[in-house]
């Protein structure tokens, strides 16, 4: 069974930090793009930040370039995310993705998410 479980969210205040975790579980994540998603009331699902399988690059949504890190270590099947300089605005639940591009959406999973409250 494929399996995506986040962890580490919670309420921090403006310019805090927090870092979530998701461990991965039931394919073979070395294979896989790993990404971070978000979805706040009444917005749609955004992408925050995604990196590849095997050599590690990143990419950031402009709103979160210079705030955010996602890493990933293939030994733990886990990919996390930092974030600093939290603004409300980052306010969210926030999800972990799986992904073998050009392979189609039956090889794409999703986890449960994770709430993110930035709020003082």
């Known amino acids: 069974q494929v399996q995506l479980v986040e962890s580490g969210g919670g309420l921090v205040q403006p310019g805090g930090s927090l870092r979530l975790s998701c461990a991965a579980s039931?394919?073979?994540?070395?294979?896989?793009?790993m990404s971070w998603y978000r979805q706040a009331p009444g917005k749609e699902r955004e992408l925050v930040a995604a990196?590849?399988?095997?050599?590690?690059?990143?990419s950031y949504t402009n709103s979160v370039k210079g705030r955010f890190i996602i890493s990933r270590d293939n030994a733990k099947n886990t990919v996390s995310l930092q974030m600093n300089s939290l603004k409300p605005e980052d306010s969210a639940v926030y999800y972990c993705?799986?992904?073998?591009?050009?392979?189609?959406?039956?090889?794409?999973?999703w986890g449960q998410g994770t709430l993110v409250t930035v709020s003082s």
């Open positions: 990196i590849t399988s095997i050599s590690g690059s990143t």
């Open positions: 993705n799986a992904d073998r591009p050009g392979w189609g959406t039956r090889y794409t999973y």
């Open positions: 039931g394919f073979t994540f070395s294979s896989y793009v």
